[in-house]
């Protein structure tokens, strides 16, 4: 991986922010600001509204009150954020590969080649495999990815070592390493120690009632 | 361009893996359209001029049946969420699946037609025009169902409610449909038929991804 800067740099910013499902809300007043090269580790306990902050900021849960900004992004550009969420989107009629070309496809192949991206998460020996074989922490390295195939600055991770061995959390924070060290984003949500190169480039934001 | 073919190339693909769906939907047309003249009699004259009605409800009830695959396992799995997160509008990506599910659901029931023709006593004349009549109203019948399917799809087992849902929406569909085939007694205008048939699939096709991507949007909210 190349320590330049791919990014332009972004700053995800919440003002106010508050969130909810169902007509209840989970996290009320929230105000951080993001910026590029930074990680967001949101912490709480279960149900107290990670999940759902992640919704929110990636646009799929409308926010109760306050906004939330990409600040810097040119309106030409797509997309520009990564949600990986608990469950893995594989299609297990399709092998590996297949899976992968198929997102590289729809969300622009402007990263990595999927065939480099599988040796990077350690699925390369088995991409001809039918995806439905895969075991619980081979298709989350297949969902990380997904990450890697199209180039986008913020990613949005909710649970990403979920299922994953110790080689697969090391995959983990060196895969959130490499997008920090080009200038992305990361905001993830997990109860697993997050152990990057720099600890300075980490801020932790505590979600729901105080524990 | 290249998202938009690379989505229905995946539905494709495993529409071809997954055999199974395809042939329950195909047979499921066939038995419908066989089983009309064990009840309806022998007769081959009131079976000829029953078949255009036949074989359009045999299409609309198996279009119906293959609706709760447009959308319900990509919902289940997570895949329709990211593909929010595409590089082209939801919209786009609605269509795409709708033009995929068109491919796999109608086509195969054009094919087999002939089948029906034959078990209905159809003159080739009829024949060419139930063709014609379904190749023209079934893309309506896949873009009123995917609204239908994507209201219904943040409902577990909501499997059946689209279809009762959008029988309404294609009462217009069977009704010129049937109208494109044989008008019954009086001037012949099927091509009329044929006309408000196209006229309601291009709006259907047209107005449909809209809708449907909004209903799947406020769904997941």
Redesign the interface.
């Known amino acids: 991986m190349t320590d330049r800067q791919v990014f332009s740099p972004l700053v995800l910013g919440a003002q106010g922010l508050s969130c909810g499902r169902g007509g209840i809300m989970l996290s009320e007043g929230l105000d951080f600001r993001l910026e590029a090269g930074r990680c967001l580790l949101l912490r709480g306990p279960n149900g107290a509204g990670k999940t759902t902050l992640i919704l929110t900021l990636?646009?799929?849960?409308?926010p109760m009150e306050g906004r939330i900004a990409l600040e810097g992004v040119d309106e030409e550009d797509?997309?520009q954020?990564?949600?990986c969420?608990?469950?893995?989107?594989?299609?297990a009629?399709?092998s590996v590969l297949?899976n992968l070309?198929?997102?590289a496809?729809?969300?622009?192949p402007t990263g990595l080649s999927p065939m480099e991206a599988l040796d990077r998460v350690g699925l390369g020996a088995i991409a001809g495999l039918d995806a439905g074989y895969l075991s619980a922490g081979q298709g989350r390295r297949l969902a990380l990815a997904?990450l890697l195939v199209?180039q986008r600055p913020l990613w949005l991770l909710d649970e990403p070592t979920a299922a994953l061995d110790i080689e697969g959390h090391k995959l983990v924070e060196t895969l959130i390493d490499d997008h920090l060290d080009q200038g992305g984003l990361v905001v993830a949500a997990t109860h697993d120690p997050i152990t990057l190169n720099d600890p300075t480039r980490v801020e932790i934001l505590a979600i729901g009632r105080a524990s | 361009m290249t998202a938009f073919s690379a989505l229905i190339g995946r539905e494709l693909r495993m529409a071809v893996r997954n055999g199974g769906d395809v042939l329950t939907l195909l047979l499921f047309f066939v038995i419908v359209g066989a089983v009309v003249p064990f009840a309806v009699g022998p007769d081959k004259d009131l079976l000829a001029l029953l078949a255009p009605g036949i074989v359009w409800i045999a299409a609309f009830l198996s279009m119906l049946l293959g609706l709760d695959r447009l959308f319900r396992a990509d919902h289940e799995d997570g895949t329709l969420i990211l593909l929010r997160g595409a590089d082209l509008p939801f919209s786009a990506v609605v269509a795409a699946k709708v033009i995929a599910h068109w491919l796999v659901a109608a086509v195969p029931l054009i094919v087999a037609s002939p089948i029906l023709a034959v078990l209905l006593a159809m003159d080739m004349g009829g024949f060419w025009k139930t063709v014609l009549s379904l190749a023209v109203g079934t893309p309506a019948l896949a873009a009123f169902g995917a609204v239908g399917a994507a209201v219904t799809v943040s409902i577990r087992r909501g499997g059946l409610i689209a279809p009762v849902l959008i029988a309404p929406l294609a009462v217009p569909v069977l009704i010129f449909g049937v109208g494109a085939i044989s008008t019954g007694t009086g001037p012949d205008q099927s091509g009329a038929a044929l006309l408000f048939l196209a006229a309601i699939s291009l709006m259907a096709a047209a107005l449909c991804p809209f809708m449907a991507a909004l209903a799947i949007s406020s769904g997941e909210d």
Do not use: D
Not at chain 1, 58 to 62: D, E, F, L, Q
Not at chain 1, 105 to 108: L, P
């Open positions: 990636a646009g799929i849960v409308t797509g997309p954020l990564h949600y969420g608990h469950r893995n989107a594989i299609k009629r399709l297949e070309e198929f997102w496809s729809v969300n622009g997904r199209t």
